[in-house]
């Protein structure tokens, strides 16, 4: 597609379900980042991929978030057991090597 | 690690009026700096990006940002705003320390403009 696409838009879970963020970034782009956005905290890094490296988790607040990216293309972001505290827009990126990002319409979580 | 930091959170201005918003980071090395905008319900846009050369950059809609290396600092500037730049403002900083590429954003600057 022309731009990055993030699925679903919205998400209404309860706690303690597991979520799925998909992320499918421009073809060609070699470096995919999540971020998490959340009301008066700006954009929170969460994990960047950039080619065939490993990926820099630094920002993945606990064990329960894990990303993957299949075949230097699309992301897959999991929340394991979710909190009321994960609800936010996670954000999706994609760039070229080290070029500027191009964002996502976003995926919003509420969790109950 | 990088940080970056955007010291207004919320600015009120009328239209017309001169705009600077303020970003500073905190390591010193090569940097690429960046400005987002996030209009009301839309998703982010890149205003302006600096990356080497002059470092007065000039961006979409009348904005620019100054690189001043010795201040760590990239602020952003419009002669005079409309009521259309009603959005929120994010300062975004990529350095190369350790071989750590990785972007990372400062917290907004939410910038309204009375009409």
């Known amino acids: 597609g022309a731009g990055v696409s993030q699925s679903p838009s919205n998400k209404v879970t309860e706690k303690g379900k597991d979520v799925e963020l998909r992320c499918d970034p421009i073809?060609?782009?070699?470096?995919l980042y999540w971020y998490r956005q959340s009301l008066g905290q700006g954009l929170e890094f969460l994990i960047y991929f950039q080619g065939n490296s490993a990926p820099d988790k630094s920002g993945l607040p606990s064990d329960r978030f894990s990303a993957e990216r299949t075949g230097g293309s699309v992301s897959t972001l999991t929340i394991q057991r979710t909190q009321q505290e994960d609800s936010a827009v996670y954000l999706c990126?994609?760039?070229?090597?080290?070029?500027?990002?191009?964002f996502g319409e976003g995926s919003r979580l509420t969790v109950l | 690690a990088q940080s970056v930091s955007q010291h207004n959170h919320h600015v009120i201005l009328s239209e017309a009026a001169s705009l600077e918003l303020g970003c500073n980071y905190s390591?010193?090395?090569?940097?690429?700096l960046f400005w987002y905008v996030q209009y009301p319900g839309q998703h982010l846009q890149l205003l302006l990006k600096y990356f080497s050369g002059d470092p007065l950059v000039k961006g979409i809609k009348g904005f620019e940002a100054e690189f001043i290396k010795s201040k760590f600092s990239f602020n952003l500037r419009k002669p005079s705003v409309q009521w259309s730049d009603t959005a929120e403002y994010f300062c975004?900083?990529?350095?190369?320390?350790?071989?750590?590429?990785?972007?990372?954003f400062g917290k907004g600057t939410r910038l309204h403009i009375l009409p």
């Open positions: 990126a994609s760039s070229t090597r080290l070029g500027g990002l191009f």
């Open positions: 073809s060609g782009h070699t470096a």
């Open positions: 975004a900083v990529r350095s190369f320390m350790n071989r750590d590429d990785k972007i990372i």
């Open positions: 390591y010193g090395g090569t940097v690429n």
